[in-house]
């Protein structure tokens, strides 16, 4: 017989290893960028089964948006591509997804009177809360992100004019 695999091995490479690892899904980063992909992914299906089908296209948009997010955070793409101003990004995302949102949902509930169209509604308005809730977190994020680039920069300004040889005083 053959010995099972040790308790710390690493697992077999296939389709484990397109999922995201444990730790990003069980951060609040990874936990609301699931919630908006189901969320979009829901509400779409709903704008299609509904007579509203003209408002499928931002559902789809932002559950593409979302998955694509989720997907580079999980692999730690910010971290490889520091040319992209990932916090600023996901800032923007999150308030025009949470303002289309709110648009949509309210025309939705307003003037369609299928269910379907009552139920994306219903739906538009928890993403919209769940958009809101992640553009707070992000902006506080990108505070802070922008406050350690200012803080540089001034110091090294300085330290360019001192150390440069102009005579133009």
Known sequence: MEEPEAAGAAPPPGLRSLLPPREFLCSRKGQLLLAESVLSFIIFICYIASLAASFMMAPLLEFLLALFLFFAYASKLNEKFK???WPLMDFLRCV???IIYFAISIAAVSKYN???S???GVF???ATIVYAIDFYITFNDLVT???Q???????GRKS???DSDSDSD
């Open 83 to 85: 040319g992209l101003y």
């Open 96 to 98: 025009t997804a949470a």
């Open 114 to 116: 299928d269910g379907a």
């Open 118 to 120: 009552k139920a994306a």
């Open 124 to 126: 538009g308005f928890i």
């Open 145 to 147: 992100f922008l406050k």
């Open 149 to 155: 680039g200012s803080s540089d920069s001034p110091e």
């Open 160 to 162: 360019e004019d001192e």
